[in-house]
């Protein structure tokens, strides 16, 4: 079964404001982990990765953080902006040439 | 340069028949993955290629398989379709620099619809 999960399915969010979505993962051998986007009728789009000897990375608008302790991942939208409105997952590899994806949270910002 | 390509796009079946998707992945990577979505199950992943060898494969019956060529293109092929295959196959490629740079880039997928 699948090893990374979200923890809610979805998340409305006023336009302009924060968004956070979370991810919990249960490989501990897991060294690499990526959040994509994925749109209505489109595959998923690569939006910022991390390995595993970090805890933060910063991309344009967005952050993930990476606690390996809990084993917890989240991904950070800064002022969420309409065309953010999409499935968002995490995604783990365990160096298997394959990623491990969870169930995703759709976001939904409101104008 | 030019993204995954993946043809066709729209697909209908009928149970029983036989299917053969296609992927082009970006050029120069020689990393080709596929995977299945459904809204019960998600993203599922099916085989990983790498120079023609398939490295990995995910728990998936024997009627679907896949191939890689020279040119880094890929196939895959699922036999004697059943309703329950109906789902978005999407393909991903990566340049696969080495571990743990293993950034896959997804295709917009084929939608395969078995009746």
């Known amino acids: 079964g699948e090893s990374v999960g979200l923890h809610l399915p979805t998340l409305s969010v006023q336009e302009g404001d924060n968004s956070i979505i979370n991810c919990a993962y249960s490989n501990s051998a897991s060294d690499y982990f990526i959040w994509y986007k994925q749109e209505s009728g489109k595959g998923p789009q690569f939006i910022i990765d991390?390995?595993?000897?970090?805890d933060k990375r910063q991309g344009q608008r967005v952050t993930v953080l990476l606690n390996k302790t809990v084993k917890h991942l989240s991904l950070q939208i800064a002022a969420t902006q309409p065309g953010d409105s999409a499935v968002y997952f995490c995604?783990?590899?365990?160096?298997?040439?394959?990623?491990?994806f969870g169930a995703g949270t759709t976001v939904t910002v409101r104008a | 340069k030019a993204g995954v390509t993946q043809t066709p796009r729209y697909l209908i079946k009928t149970r029983g028949q036989q299917v053969t998707l296609s992927c082009s992945p970006i050029?120069?990577?020689?990393?080709v993955s596929w995977y299945q979505q459904t809204p019960g199950q998600g993203l599922q992943f099916l085989f990983e290629?790498?120079?023609?060898?398939?490295?990995n494969k995910g728990n998936f019956p024997g009627r679907f398989s896949g191939r890689q060529f020279s040119n880094s293109r890929s196939e895959m092929n699922v036999s004697t379709l059943e309703l329950g295959d109906s789902a978005l196959y999407l393909c991903?490629?990566?340049?696969?620099?080495?571990?743990?740079?293993?950034?896959?880039?997804f295709g917009p997928g084929t939608r395969l619809l078995v009746l």
């Open positions: 991903a490629s990566s340049p696969y620099i080495g571990p743990p740079e293993e950034t896959q880039y």
């Open positions: 050029s120069g990577h020689r990393s």
């Open positions: 995604a783990e590899n365990k160096g298997d040439y394959k990623l491990s």
């Open positions: 991390i390995r595993s000897n970090m």
């Open positions: 290629y790498f120079s023609e060898t398939q490295r």
